[in-house]
């Protein structure tokens, strides 16, 4: 089966279409990226169902973002399950108040089913037309399905060899732009904070930026950023291992977040809050966190959201932030 990408940058007027007739390289470590390029698609855990793909493109073009039949259809959600999030809410956030962890994110989906079935490239240049601040791509492959996503958030990128390499740490939301609560100041300096401390083992000339309001579709989030240089003997592969997935899609430690979501959480995120983008294609990379997405399959489509837990968190602030973070994609859909 063929695997195809298109993928939008952020303020760009134009796409990038990679097709490739062959299987997608199947790696078992962020580290194995070292001298690759292509265009990778990261689960939020590596496993034999989700596995690390590197696609190679046969061809590669760039089009211009015009989406001209926006189609309106009527969809219905299949399976808001609020009882599945109180029982996941409860047990992530008993941790939390046992001091167990600093920080957790908590994530859930829904089932949309469309009145017709969607066609994918459509959806993608709607979302074009509806996000141009955020990285938008829609990716297809045999091992990982179809999925699309408009999202905010850098993992990690380069615009050319000699620049310098670019992350942020991205986390608290709000629907109006305003101060900040407690909460989120605090939600966000732990990503930060722990984003820093993994550049350290890594990087030379680490910039932290002062935290600043980033808009992202209808929200806003708290976001500082990072410009660093790699050490001499590292490489980005090693940065990317260190740093996925950050505390603004897992948690604080990473490892025991990580495992305890991957036990507990109602459902298999997959490739939700994994990462995607170009790695060393002409001379650049921009792999962004794979949120505000959701999943392809025939005339359903299954969306995912997330928020992060702290010891304060209340379930039902918590629910509405989800509910504010699927109509990103509810918005491509309807």
Known sequence: MSSFVAYRLPEAKDYVYIRSQKAPIVLSTYTELVGKEGFVVAPFAISESTPLLLIQADSIDTKTCFADNLI????????EDPLSYHSDFEN??????????QKIVLSRHVDVKCDTTPNPMHLFLKACALYPHQFICLVSTEQSGTWLMATPEILVEQQDKESPWHTMALAGT?????????????EQEYVADYIEQCLAD??????????????????YHRCSDFEFRLKDGVSIG??????????????????????????????????????CGPLHLNGSSHLFVSLRCMKLVGERCR????????????????????????????????
């Not at 309106?72 to 399976?79: D, F, Q, S, V, W």
Request: proline residues 4%; hydrophobic residues 30%; aromatic residues 10%.
């Open 72 to 79: 309106a259809r009527r969809i219905k959600k299949e399976n």
């Open 92 to 101: 992530f956030h008993a941790e939390l108040l046992n001091h167990h962890f």
């Open 174 to 186: 709000m629907r109006k732009d305003g101060p900040w609560d407690e909460k989120d100041c605090r």
């Open 202 to 219: 890594y990087a030379t000339d680490i910039y932290r930026s002062q935290p600043y309001t980033r808009k992202a579709a209808t929200l």
């Open 238 to 275: 090693n940065v990317i291992s260190a740093l996925h997935p950050t505390p603004a899609v897992c948690g604080i430690p990473k490892h025991e977040t990580q495992a305890f979501i991957m036990r507990n959480e109602s459902h298999d995120r997959e490739y939700y809050s994994g990462f």
């Open 303 to 334: 969306l995912f959201s997330g928020g992060g837990l702290l010891d304060q968190s209340d379930e039902k602030h918590e629910w509405r932030e989800t509910e504010y973070k699927l109509n990103t994609m509810m918005d491509v859909l309807r």
